[in-house]
């Protein structure tokens, strides 16, 4: 059983469990799409809402000027949103504050069939500057206290659409998870990120390093083959980076989503970015392979068993 | 966005986002399993760890004594155990306390075909029966603090093997959870489990009741579909019910499990006992179908998205 780097947090490194047989046959979600009627294809952007954002070689645009299809990414507001701009009817008893803020769908690539694993290195960088765009805008309305910028991967990491494209969720409260960090960090006289960084650089849970960002399997790795990118110099999100800090949160990336699906075989998986408009909040990215089911334990004490110890996964992750 | 009933969390309800399209088609784990090789059927007892419980109708006994095979129900320890009685040998830097305990495997039938949401009233007074037993036996030992009952039915709510069956994982320290929800009890005069219980009841959100239990959709449900059940009267777990709460207990329970079957075309599943040995502590039960994956929102702000209102859930499994 380990203890969060900081936090009143636990997992359990079961290693053992690993072996255990299963008479299950396991299936793969088969996908079902044809780019003629795929909504997150050049041509079909009709059958989205108007783009809030579309990315080109000719620069940051809107639906209106880009009748030329050559963009490399888009953002809109989903027609599914988990939170609207716009007041919602009041209701009843015990009701908390309507979820008001914004829901992006933000498509990564023109390509049906682009793989972020896949991704060149120019495609990497755009899509990191492209979430920082979109950070920066959602996070600047003073109504959002936090921005979730999220990828499911896979139909069993909760992808409904095949074709490679993120979310990003502004919100108006900071969710008690990273309130909860904040505290700690608060306590803590020097960010503890920043010390975790160092210490797991040195250990046996580095996978990958460049100047400015580490790629580790985190001591408290809650599903196998979790790994986190955190930047070596403190910065609290990605409006912090500098361009070369844009390009090596890339080229990490590229490595961890390589990596990971050589790997594991092209495995189903969710990223997400953590960042607070707080100066001592740290930036970082984790992944987490969908390998595992969140099972009765986990729902009933949060605390996550994990069959893969990080130092091997960290290992293997390195060697492939 | 719903605040819980008296905890800092959140879940969003989003009931649009169910209409969302989606170009993956939905296979079902098929099941490859014998009884002639399934470690939990009767005849197989050595295939597993001796039992530490085996009940029959002339009461519970061991593997010694039971050479007939009449059990219905037994229990040992897991052979891939999350936690083990033996100290482990001591690991390096920031390691916490090895996860010393008890994982136990609950074998609830000797049926290999056998299917909790069909079990007759008798099986079900046997379970709850069962899961009281265990839970009084592990909370007895002084190095256990908290213990988890649990169960994972089908292979993506997480079980490995499809002959019915719970686990039991007794911890050497209280989850952090319950012990947030411990403070926030401690802080409320009443108990506030009492007050949900009473005020649900007289809710959209009740789907049955008896004397002593209700069955509610939760407001702040984190899936679809998610199922409590409650004690009216305060009972702080399994060992504070009378003969006849447990019988209650055991009803509410197949009801929960039937009209979930029946609604939803035999989902995955997984339910989870939330018990502590302190007087202020209030037993629930929480029903998860696994129909929806953790996704990257969930995974960076530990807020849920649930694209079924519990009013609706409530109404739908009330008729079905």
């Given at each position: 059983m380990r203890r969060h780097y900081f936090l009143e947090e636990?997992?359990?490194?079961?290693?053992?469990r690993r072996k255990r047989p299963s008479n299950f046959r396991r299936e793969r979600g088969t996908e079902t799409s044809d780019p003629r009627t795929c909504p997150f294809c050049p041509g079909n952007e009709e059958m989205t809402p108007p783009a809030v954002a579309v990315y080109t070689d000719e620069g940051v645009g809107s639906d209106g000027d880009e009748r030329v299809r050559n963009w490399w990414a888009r953002s809109f507001l989903n027609l599914y949103p988990a939170v609207t701009a716009e007041p919602l009817p009041p209701t009843?008893?015990?009701?908390?504050?309507?979820a008001r803020g914004f829901h992006e769908v933000i498509i990564e690539s023109p390509d049906h069939d682009g793989d972020p694993s896949?991704?060149?290195r120019q495609e990497l960088e755009r899509l990191v500057t492209v979430y920082r765009d979109r950070y920066a805008c959602r996070i600047a309305d003073p109504g959002v206290k936090f921005v979730s910028i999220f990828k499911n991967w896979g139909r069993v990491a909760g992808a409904s659409l095949s074709h490679t494209h993120s979310q990003l969720v502004a919100l108006p409260i900071v969710p008690p998870a990273l309130l909860r960090e904040m505290e700690a960090i608060r306590e803590s006289p020097r960010c503890p990120y920043c010390s975790l960084a160092e210490r797991?650089?040195?250990?046996?849970?580095?996978?990958?390093?460049n100047d400015q960002f580490v790629l580790i399997a985190p001591f408290v790795s809650e599903v196998p083959y979790e790994t986190?990118?955190?930047?070596?110099?403190?910065a609290s999100s990605l409006e912090g980076l500098d361009p070369r800090g844009l390009e090596e949160l890339a080229e990490a990336l590229g490595e961890a989503l390589r990596r990971q699906d050589r790997l594991l075989s092209g495995p189903a998986y969710n990223y997400s970015i953590r960042q607070l408009p707080h100066p001592r909040y740290h930036l970082n990215l984790r992944i987490h392979p969908a390998m595992s089911a969140l099972a009765g334990f986990e729902k009933n004490t949060g605390i996550f068993i994990n069959s893969v110890p990080p130092e091997v996964a960290a290992r293997e992750l390195r060697e492939v």
């Open positions: 636990y997992c359990i490194i079961a290693a053992e009843k008893e015990w009701v908390a504050d309507r896949k991704f060149s797991e650089a040195a250990s046996d849970r580095l996978i990958f390093e986190w990118i955190l930047p070596k110099e403190h």
